[in-house]
């Protein structure tokens, strides 16, 4: 059974910088891949990044291209997400995730495993 813990949420001022860790047990970290996802109050969980199992392809949304970087290290099993020029909009809870392959992947029912999310509130 994979356990996901995130861990590094807080309250940022806005244009700040954060770094999210997700520890991963219980199962071959490095043979998925890895992403994730955050759901602010009131609205639908929202895909953010993901990783292949290699670390080598990543995916983002949108919104966050360009300000968060995904990444990984399949030693220590810990998955990472970068945020940097944080904005009030950015306020949610995240969660990290482990897909059923080992390739990037966008959508959530294509993930198996779940953390139980951090708090991150970017003030304005």
């Known amino acids: 059974q994979v356990q996901l813990v995130e861990s590094g949420g807080r309250l940022v001022q806005a244009g700040g910088s954060l770094r999210l860790s997700c520890a991963a047990s219980g199962g071959t970290f490095s043979n998925y891949g890895m992403g994730w996802f955050r759901q602010a109050p009131g609205k639908e969980r929202e895909f953010v990044a993901s990783i292949s199992w290699s670390g080598l392809n990543t995916l983002y949304s949108d919104s966050v291209k360009g300000r968060f970087t995904i990444s990984r290290d399949n030693a220590k099993n810990t998955l990472y997400l970068q945020m940097n020029s944080l904005k009030p909009e950015d306020t949610a809870v995240y969660y990290c995730?482990?897909?059923?392959?080992?390739?990037?992947?966008?959508?959530?029912?294509?993930?198996?495993?779940w953390g139980q999310g951090t708090q991150v509130i970017v003030s304005s």
């Open positions: 995730a482990s897909a059923f392959q080992a390739t990037t992947q966008r959508a959530s029912q294509q993930y198996g495993y």
